[in-house]
Nanobody, 121 residues
Framework: QVQLAESGGGLVQAGGSLRLSCAASGSIFSINAMGWYRQAPGKQRELVAGIGSGGSTNYPDSVKGRFTISRDNAKNTVYLQMNSLKPEDTAVYYC???????????????WGQGTQVTVSS
């Protein structure tokens, strides 16, 4: 079994910064892509940032230039640095990891429990 544990959410004023962390633990052979998603009330979950196993990244235009995703493969951890936060960034943020396990050999998507980010105006 694999678990994703998120941390770093909270309340911040517009223009401020937060850093989210997500550590994967359990029977991990390797991790392919990792990413951060968010879901605001009444809206669908959307991709905020993605990072491949080799470090390639992708962002939607709404956060490009403000958010930075990174990963530490030795620690099975993904980070999201969020700068210049806006009230519209308020949402529950979820981390996601495509994990390869050895026993049994499989590739499965796992999700964290979510962490609240609230940006006040």
């Amino acid at each position: 079994q694999v678990q994703l544990a998120e941390s770093g959410g909270g309340l911040v004023q517009a223009g401020g910064s937060l850093r989210l962390s997500c550590a994967a633990s359990g029977s991990i052979f390797s991790i392919n892509a990792m990413g951060w998603y968010r879901q605001a009330p009444g809206k669908q979950r959307e991709l905020v940032a993605g990072i491949g196993s080799g470090g390639s990244t992708n962002y939607p235009d709404s956060v490009k230039g403000r958010f930075t995703i990174s990963r530490d493969n030795a620690k099975n951890t993904v980070y999201l640095q969020m700068n210049s936060l806006k009230p519209e960034d308020t949402a529950v943020y979820y981390c996601n990891a495509e994990v390869k396990t050895a026993q049994p050999m499989s590739v499965t998507d796992y999700w964290g429990q979510g962490t609240q980010v609230t940006v006040s105006s």
